[in-house]
């Protein structure tokens, strides 16, 4: 699927469905380092099962129990955070040379689009200074993490749409004691990924154009 831009410069879009946390992470990776400065930039929409994850900053002590859940080392920005099933993933994989974009920049602009993917359904949803994503009511809905290089970004954003919250027990999410999170669903009936994912994504085309 190609989804254009107001400045006509086309996304790919890829639906992925299902896939497992490593095997994405290697292929956004491949993307990267093999991509040109024709290569067209790509916006991949998927979930994973169940799987903590651990930035570059990430520290061990705040893993608190896994269980049967694997924890994955990578290497996006931030601390630990989980995916599972009924989360939106959004992986975004761009040329911010290209698109005269900086990190803060594209930081501000995945919030901002989120901000107002929740404002279309009634929800407020807040910035928190010195935490990347977005929250509602004190509770995070949505991380964000990214890896640039090369000039280039990959990783992305996860939004907690329908989702199993239990597991966000077994760690401090982000690095944060006690943090609590909450999903669209509590917030939102008769919600589910696949509508998000498109709502989202227009909400994220809009801001990459926007100066």
């Known amino acids: 699927m190609n989804l254009s831009d107001a400045s006509g410069k086309d996304f790919i879009v890829r639906h992925l469905g299902l896939r497992d946390y490593p095997e ?86 995945m919030e901002q689009a989120i901000i107002d993917l929740l404002r279309n359904n009634d929800i407020h949803g807040q910035r928190r200074e010195g935490a990347p994503g977005i929250y509602v009511d004190d ?34 999410p982000c690095g944060y004691t006690g943090l609590k999170t909450t999903r669209l669903l509590d917030l939102q009936p008769d919600i589910d990924v696949e509508h998000t994912g498109d709502a989202l994504l227009q909400q994220l085309a809009r801001q990459l154009v926007a100066k």
């Open 24 to 109: 994405v992470w290697h292929d956004m990776q491949r993307f990267t380092d093999t991509r040109t400065s024709d290569t067209r930039d790509e916006i991949w929409l998927l979930e994973h099962p169940p799987v903590f994850t651990l930035g570059l900053n990430g520290k061990l002590e705040h893993i608190l129990a896994t269980g049967d859940i694997p924890v994955v080392k990578c290497d996006r920005g931030g601390q630990v955070t989980y995916h599972g099933p009924g989360q939106l993933i959004i992986y975004l994989l761009l040329d911010l040379h290209r698109r005269e974009i900086g990190v803060k920049t594209l930081v501000y602009k």
């Open 139 to 172: 509770a995070k809905i949505a991380a964000l993490g990214l890896r640039i290089r090369r000039g280039c970004c990959y990783h992305g954003l996860s939004l907690n749409v329908n989702m199993d919250l239990e597991p966000f027990s077994r760690i401090n």
